[in-house]
């Protein structure tokens, strides 16, 4: 009852009492999980004050934790912030509508979406369902084809999305060719950074408008949460994503924002030594009689090797993936059934090995046809390298392909 002149009764106290603890004079070594709904100011002009100062007044509008973690991400991104959100898909679809707001008489053609043509499935029924169902024109090109990308800004497009390593096909881009050519046609350019994360490439600085994470992977890295994030390049696009998020409501809640916080301290060391071994499995798969192909920017012989290299600075992802030479679902089953150490699972970037069939799993929903023609075979197996000893990795690979002999 200290600091309160009236007396409170037994249901009172259970409400109220350790609650609203002061730490202004200790400080926690980590910042804990402010798992409230609303906040208390000191008096009413306080309150007031702090909507429009940090928004710090409702837990959709912000959250200490999430701050934290949004910070984070807005320094290891070089962006002027970053906003975050309940999940990768919500992150995109904000920054999508972010990009697309209009800007004066200098306005490109409003809602026009240019996109790599090879993504994360999802991301693209995004575009294709929603996206062009209110009206919105979506077409796609090669982002490793500039001829093509330059004869496509023909249409004034007002967002230009891409993946700079593509999923599953892991095709590089050349970013700042792109943003340039982009940037001088009006564009904005938002990129999905999720499979190079800001250890290998720090999109803003290029000039990149939006950069999105499914911070569900490597961010987190410990497959145990589901999140999103944006970083702005620009006051104007973080504050445009900031309200758009109050508004549609797919904020990031404080306990994932902790998890995610926590697993972006060892980002670094994870995924470099994700890159080490993937690297190695990458060159070990080529020598399988089982393996017609390996898709990894890190091999001398990938289309963008040298692009890589430049962009990457000697790293190249944690993900490899591989055809397997009896192209079919029933031997990509079958081998994945096989292995015992590496987890079938549809993400990627933990600290576990996974192995996912994407055809049926990022690229459920795109038609056959359409996926075949993207290069996405039935024989494709996608494998996330974790940060297990890879001479483990690479037993448990030999023996589920054995099995597939
Ligand atoms: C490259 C990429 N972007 C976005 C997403 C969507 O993220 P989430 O599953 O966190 O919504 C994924 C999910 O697999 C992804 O792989």
């Not at 990308?149 to 060719?177: G, H, Y």
């Not at 944690?318 to 079958?334: H, K, S, Y």
């Amino acid at each position: 009852m200290e600091n309160s002149e009236l007396h409170r009764r037994f249901d009172t106290l259970l409400v109220h009492e350790g609650a609203h603890a002061p730490t202004d004079d200790v400080r926690p070594t980590v910042t804990p999980i402010y798992a409230t709904s609303t906040f208390i100011h000191s008096s009413a002009a306080a309150l007031d004050r702090a909507f429009d100062e940090n928004g710090l007044v409702y837990g959709r509008y912000g959250n200490p934790t999430v701050d934290s973690f949004e910070k984070i991400v807005a320094a290891a991104e070089g962006g002027i912030g970053a906003v975050a959100f309940a999940s990768g898909m919500a992150a995109l679809h904000t920054a999508f509508l972010a990009a697309g707001t209009p800007r004066g008489a200098t306005q490109p053609e409003a809602s026009t979406i240019i996109a790599g043509q090879d993504m994360y499935g999802s991301t693209r029924t995004l575009l294709n369902q929603f996206f062009a169902a209110q009206g919105w024109s979506v077409s796609y090109c090669d982002m490793t084809d500039l001829e093509c990308f330059a004869e496509q800004l023909r249409a004034r497009p007002a967002i230009v999305f891409l993946e700079p390593i593509s999923n599953p096909l892991l095709k590089i881009t050349d970013l700042p060719r792109i943003v340039e050519l982009a940037r001088d046609a009006g564009a904005r350019v938002v990129v999905d950074n999720t499979f190079a994360t800001p250890l290998l490439l720090r999109p803003i600085e290029h000039g990149v408008d939006l950069v999105v994470h499914s911070a569900t992977k490597y961010l987190g890295g410990h497959g145990d949460v589901v999140g999103g994030v944006v970083a702005a390049r620009t006051h104007l696009m973080h504050n445009t994503l900031r309200s758009y998020g109050k508004l549609l409501g797919a904020t990031l809640g404080p306990y994932e924002a902790w998890l995610l916080a926590r697993g972006l301290k060892t980002l670094s060391l994870r995924v470099r030594r994700q890159c080490t071994s993937a690297y190695e499995v990458a060159h070990w798969l080529r020598a399988q009689p089982q393996v017609s192909k390996v898709y990894y920017p890190g091999l001398a012989d990938h289309p963008q090797h040298e692009l890589a290299q430049q962009l990457f600075g000697g790293l190249f992802g944690g993900i490899v993936a591989f055809d397997l030479r009896v192209a079919t679902q029933e031997v990509a089953f079958t081998f994945m059934d096989a292995l015992k150490l590496v987890l079938p699972g549809s993400t990627l970037g933990d600290i576990y090995s996974l192995v996912s069939y994407s055809a049926r799993s990022s690229h459920r929903d795109v038609p056959v046809e359409e996926r075949r023609a993207q290069g996405i075979g039935d024989g494709l197996v996608r494998l996330s390298v974790g940060i297990e000893d890879v001479a483990d990795i690479l037993d448990d690979l030999k023996q589920a392909l054995a099995v597939v002999q």
